[in-house]
């Protein structure tokens, strides 16, 4: 069994079926094999979840292809993040070229409340373009590896969130907070306020570690950039949680 991983609910299934294992018949050198988390590297000391990990990329589909054959996998959860969009389109290639069954595991988006201001775009690249307009002082919490798409706007000024410290090209007028979520309400407020924020800019990740932001700037009255989704690959079926997901999985993996 094949977790490709990255996100809390990719590790909430490793959990799970953690759990499974403890209380079947599996002896502890194989329990330890069976369920494969696949994390890509980006994070410099990731959480790792219970079970076998390995850190790296495939090789594009068919480097991960020939990983199913090799590794005799049974199926396959891709838990990758919603913008994973790469990742997601090869193991949807990986899986048909060797007929193994895939889910997708996604967190539902976030639903705007009664005073949200958002502006949703489909692109980072359309986020840059639509965010003169609405702010000077942005609060930009897209990870650090699409921040190209705003290095060109000189006139605004940046505080950039992210895990790791962002490379360049970075916008000119650039603070950064190395953090890692989950993250208050008050945390939240405080940075909207300390830094006179007047524009958030998002990712439609879901989820509820990085949610107090959208409940801070609704607050605080400023608009909302929100990047929408890449959509799930065609024909790949969807669960919402990773306790649907570990439904799937027993489903699959019982006789095997
Ligand atoms: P991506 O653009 O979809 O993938 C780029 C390449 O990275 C893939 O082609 C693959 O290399 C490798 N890769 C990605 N996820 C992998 C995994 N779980 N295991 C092994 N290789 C993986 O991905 P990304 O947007 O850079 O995201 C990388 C990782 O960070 C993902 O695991 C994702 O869950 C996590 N993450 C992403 C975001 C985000 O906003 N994009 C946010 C939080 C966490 P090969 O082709 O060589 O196999």
Redesign the pocket.
């Known amino acids: 069994m094949l977790i490709?991983?990255?996100?809390t609910e990719a590790r909430h299934l490793a959990e799970a079926l953690a759990e499974d294992l403890a209380e079947g018949t599996a002896t502890p050198e194989t329990r330890r094999t069976l369920v494969t988390t696949?994390?890509?590297g980006?994070v410099t000391h990731p959480t790792l979840p219970p079970g076998a990990s390995r850190i790296?990329?495939?090789?594009?589909p068919e480097?991960?292809a020939d990983w199913l054959r090799s590794h005799a996998v049974d199926a396959v959860v891709d838990a990758?993040?919603p913008?994973?969009?790469?990742?997601?389109f090869?193991a949807a290639a990986a899986c048909a070229a060797t007929g193994t069954p895939l889910l997708a595991l996604r967190r539902p988006a976030w639903t705007p409340a009664p005073g949200d201001d958002w502006h949703h775009v489909p692109t980072l690249a359309a986020a840059a373009a639509a965010l003169p307009a609405l702010g000077r002082r942005a609060f930009l919490t897209t990870?650090r590896?699409g921040l190209a798409a705003f290095a060109h706007l000189d006139a605004t000024w940046f505080l950039v969130r992210s895990v790791d410290a962002p490379t360049a090209p970075l916008p000119r007028q650039t603070e950064v907070l190395l953090d890692r979520g989950p993250f208050s309400l008050e945390g939240e407020r405080a940075l909207i306020r300390e830094h006179r924020i007047d524009v958030l800019v998002t990712?439609a990740?879901g989820g509820s570690a990085t949610a107090p932001k959208l409940t801070a700037a609704r607050e605080a009255g400023i608009p909302v950039l929100v990047v929408d989704r890449p959509p799930v690959p065609q024909g790949v079926p969807v669960a919402e949680s990773a306790r649907a997901a570990a439904t799937w999985v027993r489903a699959r993996t019982r006789d095997a």
């Not at 790296?56 to 594009?60: D, E, L």
């Open positions: 490709l991983g990255g996100t696949s994390l890509a980006r790296g990329g495939f090789g594009g480097g991960l990758t993040h913008f994973a969009e790469r990742m997601s090869n990870g590896t990712k990740s």
